[in-house]
């Protein structure tokens, strides 16, 4: 389902319509809710080939089994448990990042060397990307009825756990169940309100202006996580 209101364009991401790719290494399988990858000009290279880049990505990943995460050059990433028994992120540095509930949040450099290591049985976790030359990103978690401002380039709700209600400047409303996902964009200074017992992961996206035709900096391995 998607609606136009003025500039502002809403439209629904149905879990159902995802499809699980398996990673790389064999670890689990990723879902990709949505993503901006760069624009395509005169001389490029095949769209194929550019697959796998990207300015920003958020997506869903079963996590079955312990193993490396994978490197992702000028990237920030913020990782949120969704459901299972939890994860601990050790990077090689030193820093370490426990994940024991759901919603804990992680946030950490792509180029990082992170190993995750599961505490108990498989997670499924919500992973958000942005290159940070192109990209700035905010993440927050809403819990329960919420009503907030939002102001940036691109804007997803995605709904964690229970159903949501979202209504934007009192005029649309859309039903989000559980795994569903809101993408709005160009939502300057648009009232959001949120009811229903749900918790809601929200990242708000901002393009430097100087950048909005950047290509990304590095393409990721496929089915890397």
């Not at 030359?133 to 995605?158: E, F, H, K, N």
């Not at 209600?165 to 409303?173: A, G, I, P, Q, T």
Request: charged share 25%; net charge positive; with cysteine.
């Amino acid at each position: 389902m998607a609606a136009v209101q003025g500039e502002v364009r809403a439209s629904v991401l149905r879990a159902a319509a995802r499809v699980a790719s398996p990673w790389k290494n064999g670890g689990g399988v990723t879902r990709e809710v949505a993503a901006q990858r760069p624009a395509r000009r005169a001389g490029d290279v095949a769209a194929s080939a550019l697959h796998d880049a990207f300015l920003w990505r958020v997506s869903v990943a079963d996590v079955a089994a312990a193993g490396p995460f994978s490197r992702f050059d000028g990237v920030d990433r913020t990782l949120v448990l969704l459901d299972g028994g939890g994860m601990v992120l050790e990077a090689a540095a030193g820093a370490k990042h426990v994940l024991a509930r759901p919603l804990d949040v992680a946030r950490f450099a792509g180029e990082a060397s992170i190993d995750a290591r599961l505490t108990n049985g498989p997670t499924r976790d919500f992973n958000l990307m942005v290159r940070r030359a192109a990209v700035s990103a905010t993440l927050d978690i809403w819990r329960g009825p919420t009503q907030r401002t939002l102001d940036a380039d691109v804007v997803l709700l995605y709904c964690a756990s229970g159903h949501a209600s979202v209504m934007l400047d009192c005029d649309r409303h859309y039903a989000l169940a559980q795994d569903d996902a809101l993408r709005i964009d160009a939502p300057r200074a648009l009232r959001c309100t949120a009811t229903g017992a749900a918790a809601l992961i929200v990242v708000q996206l901002r393009l430097l202006r100087d950048r909005r035709d950047a290509s990304a900096e590095e393409p990721n391995e496929p089915n890397g996580r």
